[in-house]
């Protein structure tokens, strides 16, 4: 079945630096990657998704990359700011079964 | 507003007690899911529903139990079978069985005395 792998666990970057997340999936039928972040005591929430036909998206200072031939994308946050503090999880589904496959999660800590 | 509704925001489970954790969505999404979160972990699914009066076990189903007797809602027991209950419990929906673009509640924490 379809296994998820993110790393790294923790990031800590300086504000206004570039944050970068990279995940890597084992089912090459896998066509769609979500991206969510998670602020504490709270619930997921989706902030940019690709799916397998396109190699990148942007929105606004996030973006995440795709390269199917090594199976892995990435997510990318410019400029950050004290906000982004959160864990982030990346997923991938195939399309198949439907079936959601989280990675771990990436606790993200800016520091002023 | 549209939306996922969790209660309560905490829970507080006796040894050997049953307890049900409510899920509503005013979204008219099909698909309704549990998942488990331990701290410092990933979310893993406990069972999902794409369907009204269905259900299909996830990965971590064994000492829990759900119903969709009612497309907006989607409860779940945890039982007295599952020894470890304490955790934080995220419902979520999405449009249809593609589960592409899950939205989440605000999580129940469960806690046992």
């Known amino acids: 079945g379809e296994n998820v792998e993110q790393h790294p666990s923790t990031l800590s970057v300086q504000e206004g630096d570039s944050a970068v997340i990279k995940c890597t999936y084992s089912?090459?039928?896998?066509?769609?990657f979500p991206w969510y972040k998670q602020e504490l005591g709270k619930g997921p929430q989706l902030i940019i998704d690709?799916?397998?036909n396109v190699g990148e998206k942007k929105d606004q200072r996030i973006a995440v990359t795709l390269n199917k031939t090594a199976k892995h994308f990435s997510l990318h946050i410019t400029e950050t700011q004290p906000e982004d503090s959160a864990v982030y999880f990346c997923?991938?589904?195939?399309?198949?079964?439907?079936?959601?496959?989280w990675g771990a999660g990436t606790k993200l800590i800016i520091k002023p | 507003d549209g939306g996922i509704t969790q209660s309560p925001k905490y829970l507080f489970r006796k040894e050997g007690q049953n307890v049900t954790l409510s899920c509503e969505q005013n979204?008219?999404?099909?698909?309704m899911y549990w998942y488990r979160q331990d701290p410092g972990q990933g979310l893993r699914l406990i069972y999902y529903?794409?369907?009204?009066?269905?259900?299909q076990k996830g990965d971590i189903a064994e000492g829990y139990s759900v119903s969709r007797e009612k497309k907006e809602s989607f409860p779940l027991t945890v039982t007295s079978a599952q020894k470890n209950p304490t955790a934080f419990y995220l419902c979520?929906?999405?449009?249809?069985?593609?589960?592409?673009?899950?939205?989440f509640g605000p999580g129940t924490r469960l806690l046992v005395l």
């Open positions: 979520a929906s999405s449009r249809d069985r593609s589960q592409e673009t899950q939205y």
């Open positions: 979204l008219n999404h099909d698909a």
């Open positions: 529903s794409q369907i009204v009066n269905d259900f």
């Open positions: 089912d090459s039928a896998s066509n769609y």
């Open positions: 690709i799916r397998s």
């Open positions: 997923a991938a589904i195939r399309g198949s079964n439907y079936q959601l496959i």
